[in-house]
Nanobody
Framework: QVQLQESGGGSVQAGGSLRLSCAAS??????????MGWFRQPPGKEREGVAA????????YYADSVKGRFTISKDNTKNTLYLEMNSLKPEDTAMYYC??????????????????????WGQGTQVTVSS
């Protein structure tokens, strides 16, 4: 079983930065056994993938809209996933969610997975970027 809790959201001006965290509580497997992702859902829109990372962290994908501005990372010693967001734009305003799926040892992501691929979800943290 996996429980996820996001934090770090807030309100910033365009051009600013935020760092989101996702703390995982896991039973049965280690955090390094889970592929993780960040998703976001702007008001009135569908939830979309932002970034994903493999279990041991060596395999990463980003949505085109955030490449070069956002960085996903995971600390397997702290059971925590991060999303460093720089050069924020008003269109980045959304509820941000972290997600997890068990990945066998050696599993490599081949692309940015869709929301249906992940099994566990956090409650979300709001990011608001003003112009």
């Amino acid at each position: 079983q996996v429980q996820l809790q996001e934090s770090g959201g807030g309100s910033v001006q365009a051009g600013g930065s935020l760092r989101l965290s996702c703390a995982a509580s896991i039973s049965g497997y280690t955090f390094s056994s889970y592929c993780m992702g960040w998703f976001r859902q702007p008001p009135g829109k569908e939830r979309e993938g932002v970034a994903a990372i493999s279990g041991i962290g060596g395999n990463i994908y980003y949505a085109d809209s955030v490449k070069g501005r956002f960085t996903i990372s995971k600390d397997n010693t702290k059971n925590t996933l991060y999303l460093e967001m720089n050069s924020l734009k008003p269109e980045d305003t959304a509820m941000y969610y972290c997600a997890a799926r068990y990945c066998p040892y050696g599993f490599r992501l081949s692309n940015l997975p869709g929301r249906q691929w992940f099994d566990y979800w956090g409650q979300g943290t709001q990011v608001t970027v003003s112009s």
